[in-house]
């Protein structure tokens, strides 16, 4: 099976609620570094990291874009989606 398959099956099995998390998420971590206003950049900050603690373990990484992932990285936010992972 193919990684675009796998993501693909990924895709098809997230509930309504999740995939709009998800979308949620991307799409704010995508916007944020195009903010200029930074009390308004403060708050989409804050919203986001609200978003990824309450539903990043139940959403697959691999269905991340680049640009999201990245900035979940910079945030210090990326290592809260998906499964918790062992130490």
């Known amino acids: 099976m193919s990684k675009d398959e796998i993501i693909t099956e990924a895709a098809m099995s997230e ?3 999740q995939w ?3 979308q949620a998420i991307e ?3 995508q916007h944020i570094p195009f903010e200029r206003d930074a009390a308004s950049k403060s708050e989409q900050i804050e ?3 609200g978003l990824v603690l309450r539903h990043g373990r139940e959403i697959d990484p691999d269905l991340f874009g680049f640009e999201a ?3 979940l990285i ?3 936010l990326w290592s809260r989606i998906g499964p918790e992972q062992p130490h």
Do not use: K, V
């Open 47 to 49: 919203f986001l990291r």
């Open 20 to 22: 709009y998390n998800r």
């Open 69 to 71: 992932r990245q900035e």
């Open 15 to 17: 509930t309504q609620e």
């Open 27 to 29: 799409q704010l971590a």
């Open 74 to 76: 910079r945030l210090g």
